[in-house]
T-cell receptor
């Protein structure tokens, strides 16, 4: 979805390096998410944010940190990358709908290789 | 700790056949059950979703069947087409304010 952009699209880094993945959205949504996808493991939630001042850990937050710089921007950092963080990373957004479940809109993904 | 279990992991169906993907959950607080479709090189996109107050929802060739007592739901793709070849994820969540719990995904290949 072009309304959710991720940079970079591909990245190769070395063990121990710090790396930041960025996500921007023009959908005007308050809620943003970071997932990682691994073959056979599906999509696992790393962090999510329901507004600029709200950050929550997901299922697999260890080794990751996030920053919500603005409503439209949500960055994921790997403080010291390790090879098992090699994965496809997705950012997603959703619009708050009180009392109703929300559709999540995913970006195109960032493919990360840690050597 | 997988809250949503999905099967099969992969599926091959001939063109015109029916593709069936199954999911099961344990948390009875879940009340929203979407299916996402992902094509290679793309992010997942919502395909169809159901709430537990109905047992079936149909949109075109795609149908969700929901069995609340068994805590199971499934996606049926009728008249499967090669263009349906993709990875399908089921998910579940509580109502607004909670994150989605995804299954591990099913890779569907529809052969000509």
């Amino acid at each position: 979805d072009a309304d959710v952009t991720q940079t970079p699209r591909n990245r190769i880094t070395k063990t121990g390096k710090r790396i930041m993945l960025e996500c921007s959205q023009t959908k005007g949504h308050d809620r943003m998410y970071w997932y990682r996808q691994d073959p056979g493991l599906g999509l696992r939630l790393i962090y999510y944010s329901f507004d600029v001042k709200d950050i929550n850990k997901g299922e697999i937050s260890d080794g990751y940190s996030v920053s919500r710089q603005a409503q439209a921007k949500f960055s994921l950092s790997l403080e010291s990358a390790i090879p098992n963080q090699t994965a496809l990373y997705f950012c997603a957004t959703s619009e708050e709908r009180t009392g109703r479940a929300e559709t999540q809109y995913f970006g195109p993904g960032t493919r990360l290789l840690v050597l | 700790q997988q809250q949503v279990k999905q099967s099969p992991q992969s599926l091959i169906v001939q063109k015109g056949g029916i593709s069936i993907i199954n999911c099961a959950y344990e948390n009875t607080a879940f009340d929203y059950f979407p299916w996402y479709q992902q094509f290679p090189g793309k992010g997942p996109a919502l395909l169809i979703a159901i709430r537990p107050d109905v047992s079936e929802k149909k949109e075109g060739r795609f149908t969700i069947s929901f069995n609340k007592s068994a805590k199971q739901f499934s996606l049926h793709i009728m008249d499967s087409q090669p263009g349906d070849s993709a990875t399908y994820f089921c998910a579940a969540s509580r109502n607004s304010g909670y994150a989605l719990n995804f299954g591990k995904g099913t890779s569907l290949l529809v052969t000509p």
